[in-house]
């Protein structure tokens, strides 16, 4: 039995019980096919999956029929970037702006395209974490074929500009592709009212069941975005990702978008509460810290914080039995590389080493994070 503090939900978020119970229900009764036309089993099938996609739908303020379902924000994100560069080729548009602080299945795709002839502009955010509008909008040119900026980071919580740079955007042949891995189910509002072209979502950072995602394709002028599919094999999701649909996990996905739509404003202020605790703890604590990204600018269940004198990898490890954390993205942890989104900030070789991402849901236990901060004192 896990005792420790589980704070890193900007990697994957536990499953909400009601969603457990749910998909359980239908794993028990809903062994159809969802393509299977000429049979009742085949049909309930397919209602789950216009139900969860519906669900989503309503979350997002969009149509049902803009809603692509995929494994994760990591496919969509693929599904995006090279599904557009046939257009671009066929267009002569190979220019493609987007930020170094974006996710691994942003940057890797687009080293993929680098060797195609695209030219890709990669936009540093200062210190604050955060880019600037005029710094992503003065590249634009007559063969920028797409601009791609996530709606918050992953490591530090900071949200970008996302609804100054679809309002900029808007109304020009440049399409706007975000990835809201991070932003969907908390910043609903702001989502709801964005001007964007296209958008990666998952559900494991929502309560909702890892393997499960979507691409949104909106609408413009009644025609949806020139994207080819990478895969082939079928005719599934209106032709862009074939394959039989995983109909309990697309369930969960819209069970969470559900429950998300009707209590992200009470998980927003909890989400708040317990940052000012953790500021609190720390200031108490007697440890040396600096937070990593601006707070203005901020999802409020993120922190990223230096301990000076401290090294990340060290802490984490003496203090796994009371805390999990992370001092990165999950995709990267593996290979202990610095991180490039503090490297793009700017910051020190010493700030980054010392650098962990904490991120939260709604339980919190100070106790746990007490004897953390007890921890990294006795180390620095």
């Known amino acids: 039995m896990v005792t420790s503090l589980y704070l890193d939900y900007n990697a994957s978020t536990p499953l909400a019980p009601e969603v457990a119970e749910f998909m359980v229900d239908i794993l028990s009764s809903h062994y159809g096919n969802a393509d299977s036309r000429t049979h009742e089993h085949g049909a309930a099938a397919r209602d789950v999956v ?38 671009g080729l066929n267009v002569s548009k190979k220019h493609i702006i987007t930020t170094a602080i974006e996710h691994k299945s942003i940057l890797e795709p687009l080293k993929h395209l680098e060797k195609q002839d695209f030219e890709v502009d990669y936009v540093s955010p200062d210190e604050s974490g955060r880019v600037s509008v005029e710094s992503i909008i003065s590249k634009v040119r007559k063969d920028t074929l797409m601009v791609s900026v996530m709606s918050a980071n992953n490591e530090t919580g900071v949200i970008q500009p996302f609804i100054e740079i679809g ?58 975005p020139p994207v080819k599919p990478i895969t082939f094999g079928g005719d599934h999701e209106s032709g862009f ?3 039989t649909l995983p109909i309990v996990l697309i ?43 601006t707070q203005e600018f901020c999802m409020p269940n993120t922190l990223n914080i230096s301990f000076f004198g401290v090294d990340s990898e060290a802490l984490m490890l003496a203090t796994k039995q009371y805390c999990s954390l992370s001092n990165g993205s999950a995709c990267t942890s593996k290979d202990y590389a610095h991180s490039h989104v503090l490297t793009a900030m700017g910051l ?11 991120s939260w849901g709604t339980v919190f236990e100070e106790a746990n994070l007490i004897k953390m901060l007890q921890t990294a004192k006795n180390l620095a």
């Open 50 to 87: 216009e139900t969860g996609r519906q669900n989503i739908a309503s979350l997002l303020a969009i149509e049902p029929n803009e809603v692509i379902f995929t494994s994760g924000a990591t496919e969509s994100n693929n599904i995006v970037l090279t599904g557009m560069a046939p257009h």
């Open 167 to 224: 309002d900029a955007l808007a109304g020009t042949d440049v399409y706007f592709h975000m990835d809201t891995a991070q932003g969907c189910g908390k910043l609903v509002n702001e989502l709801r009212t964005v001007k964007y072209d296209m958008m990666s979502i998952t559900a494991h950072k929502m309560y909702g069941p890892q393997g499960v995602g979507a691409l949104i394709l909106r609408n413009r002028k009644y025609r949806k």
């Open 241 to 243: 990702r074939p394959g």
């Open 251 to 293: 369930a969960g996905f819209g069970k969470a978008a559900e429950i998300t739509a009707k209590n992200f404003e009470k998980r927003w202020k909890r989400y708040k509460e317990i940052k000012m605790k953790i500021l609190r703890l720390l200031d108490a604590s007697g440890v040396r810290y600096e937070i990593n990204g």
């Open 348 to 358: 020190s070789e010493e700030r980054i080493e010392s650098a962990i991402r904490i």
